[in-house]
């Protein structure tokens, strides 16, 4: 019966008072080293802070199109039977602009086997792959060079991006919280969808650089230095002509001002708003002139679908139709006026009016001229005041830009985590590749 006797259960060891006021000590340390780190970038100038925020976006950038890379890149796309970070650097149109950067443009308007105008390169701006070959001359690869070329253009962008969100009258001040604010704004532009093309081969990242130099020098009133900035732009990315609407209204308030336009700035504002509408046909004038036909780039352009002879606004008011029908149609006009709303509401008063009119013309203008494409993702992507709306709506701005409302950093964090989710899809269904889909990003 000895195997039948009930024994007395061990007793649980004690609680050791030591070892938990160790473990809560180590706590409290790593908790006060972290107190102790955000301060210090808090304590920082808002240009640094913005470059953390930049450099840390485009680490989490990489780390996505890495992975992008090894688990759900087709090889087929990228021509290589194990593809990595740098395939997917020159994937898409990083191919043509490869092509441009080592070869330059063809002769004359390629033709395919029907005679007809065929893909080719004159569709793509020049200042991007001429900027890539004069890297290149250092003996940097193209994947090397445009990495370095974007990441240095972003990183300024970035900073840029900072000024024109708190610039408004010149000699006005700048609070504490309207600084804070902006450099929140810029890292959620960093951390937007399809910022992780800011370090591929693309030419956002230079773009965004001239747009917010351009912007920027227009509400500070520097006419004659943004003249060389929009004709650059002219030759990097088609977003002159919502530029020049910008410039025509700014001139036009400042005309009815009650200050008026001072004469010796008469002149230097029409310069650049002659300059701003040259720049929108610069590229399409130089594409005619190297191949001998005038419309040359609208025929290129035609060749990926663009059909402007259809009229503004009807490729996507059909598309929403077939679609949905009227509803389809509706949601794209409600859109664009719940858009109007907040930028002209209290999320986008503390931003200067050029910002407001270029947040409202910009997205219009690609409604009008672009037909229906998952690239549209990528295009708003130099709607650069989005991103100051969506951190004032983050934080429940004033129109002054406080951060009054409760619990406004866990919105903030929560918003990141899902801003880098956004990412990956992004990245994952539309940079990824494959030869027999169409869904470029």
């Known amino acids: 019966m000895a195997d039948l006797a009930v024994h007395p259960a061990s007793a649980e060891p004690a609680p050791d008072p030591a070892r938990s006021r160790t473990r809560g000590g180590r706590s409290q340390a790593y908790r006060t080293r972290l107190g102790r780190l955000w301060a210090t970038v808090r304590a920082w100038a808002p240009w640094q802070q913005v470059l953390l925020a930049y450099a840390l976006s485009r680490l989490v950038a ?48 390629p033709l395919n086997d029907l005679g007809h105008v065929d893909y080719n390169a004159w569709a793509f701006f020049p200042l991007f792959p001429m900027l890539l070959r004069a890297v290149m001359t250092t003996g940097l690869s193209f994947s090397l060079a445009a990495t370095a070329v974007n990441l240095v253009a972003g990183a300024a962008a970035a900073v840029l991006l900072w000024h024109l969100i708190v610039a408004r009258t010149p000699g006005l001040p ?10 929140l704004a810029v890292g959620i532009w960093c951390l937007l969808p399809p910022a992780a093309v800011l370090q591929v081969a693309y030419t956002e990242a230079l773009a965004a650089l001239l747009l917010a130099a351009a ?15 929009v004709l650059l732009l ?21 005309w009815r001002s009650p200050g008026g336009l001072p004469r010796s700035q008469r002149t230097s504002l029409l310069v650049l708003g002659g300059a701003t509408a040259a720049s929108a046909l610069l590229w399409p004038a130089i594409v005619g002139f190297s191949t001998g036909i005038a419309t040359a780039f609208f025929q290129t352009q035609a060749v990926w679908g663009q059909a402007p002879a259809k009229g503004p606004f009807v490729p996507w008011i059909s598309w929403a139709w077939q679609h949905l029908g009227i509803v389809g149609v509706l949601l794209l006009f409600g859109s664009l006026a719940a858009l109007g709303s907040v930028v002209l509401g209290r999320h ?3 931003l200067s009016p050029e910002l407001r009119v270029w947040a409202l013309v910009y997205p219009t203008y690609l409604l009008a001229v672009v037909r229906p494409i998952t690239s549209m993702w990528r295009f708003m992507l130099l709607d650069l005041p989005l991103a100051a709306v969506l951190a004032s709506m983050l934080v ?3 129109s002054l830009g406080r951060l009054g409302a ?28 494959t030869p027999w889909n169409d869904s470029p990003p």
Do not use: C, K
Request: hydrophobic content about 55%; overall charge positive.
């Open 215 to 229: 912007l920027l020098l227009v509400v500070r009133r520097r006419y004659g230095w943004a003249v060389p900035v």
């Open 348 to 350: 986008g008063a503390w």
């Open 234 to 254: 002219g030759l990097t990315r088609a977003v002159a002509a919502p530029l020049f609407v910008v410039v025509v209204w700014h001139g036009v308030d400042r």
């Open 174 to 183: 700048v609070s504490r919280e309207r600084a804070r604010l902006a450099v």
């Open 406 to 433: 409760p619990h406004w950093r866990w919105r903030v964090a929560a918003s990141g985590l899902a801003a880098v989710v956004a990412m990956s899809w992004w990245v994952g269904v539309l940079l990824t590749r």
């Open 62 to 109: 990489a780390v996505i199109i890495e992975l992008a890379a090894l688990w759900l890149q087709n090889p087929a796309g990228v021509v290589d039977l194990h593809p990595d970070y740098w395939d997917m650097v020159v994937i898409w149109d990083g191919q043509w602009y490869r092509q441009i950067a080592e070869h330059g443009y063809p002769h004359g308007l």
């Open 396 to 398: 429940r701005g004033t």
